[in-house]
């Protein structure tokens, strides 16, 4: 029973995860065109993105009740926050940290998908959306020294591949309000 309640909520607001998917995207194209700015100017847009994530994620978080995905939210708030607060902070540090946010948010995104499997059709997005960040994460770990505009391309395809991911899932879910959700077997 808690599931089909979770699965109404998630239909009722799968707006939440389309913008989301429309802030990542954003960025996304915004490092993609401007490839050639400078890393403090990355850190600013960065930490504007995961403010963004972070207070979308917190508020589905709260409206949902998934602990999770609360999580996620205040890590984003606090990465933005934080962002804003030291600006100065090293690249090294800033990658180090978008490459724990990212595997955190992954395994979060890969048991979420795991626990709605039987009522979320096609949760295969979200368990890529969450190998495409814990990927992410780890290469950002391996390779932190990679230069500027490798990770300026680096974050823009991963930020337009999970947005367009979320944006997608964001849709499917909107469907479940028109279609009953099955009972698990």
Not at 92 to 110: D, T
Not at 126 to 136: K, N, P, Q, R, T
Not at 140 to 159: E, H, T
């Amino acid at each position: 029973m808690a599931i089909e309640m979770m699965a109404t909520q998630l239909a009722r607001n799968w707006g939440w995860i389309v913008l989301r998917g429309l802030a990542a995207i954003v960025f996304g194209i915004m490092s993609f065109t401007w490839p050639q700015m400078t890393l403090a100017a990355l850190v600013i847009v960065w930490g504007a993105y995961a403010l963004a994530d972070g207070v979308f994620a917190l508020a589905a978080g709260v409206r949902l009740r998934m602990w999770q995905l609360g999580i996620i939210g205040l890590l984003g708030v606090a990465a933005g926050v934080i962002t804003f607060m030291r600006p100065g902070l090293t690249a090294l540090a800033l990658l180090a940290f978008i490459a724990c946010w990212a595997l955190f948010m992954g395994v979060f995104q890969v048991a979420a998908a795991i626990r709605f499997r039987k009522v979320i059709p096609n949760e295969w997005m979200l368990v890529l959306s969450g190998v495409l960040s814990i990927a992410f994460g780890a290469l950002m770990l391996a390779r932190p020294g990679a230069g500027a505009l490798a990770v300026v391309w680096i974050i823009g395809w991963y930020a337009t591949l999970s947005g367009l991911m979320q944006l997608v899932l964001g849709f499917r879910i909107k469907g479940l309000a028109s279609h009953p959700v099955p009972k698990p077997a």
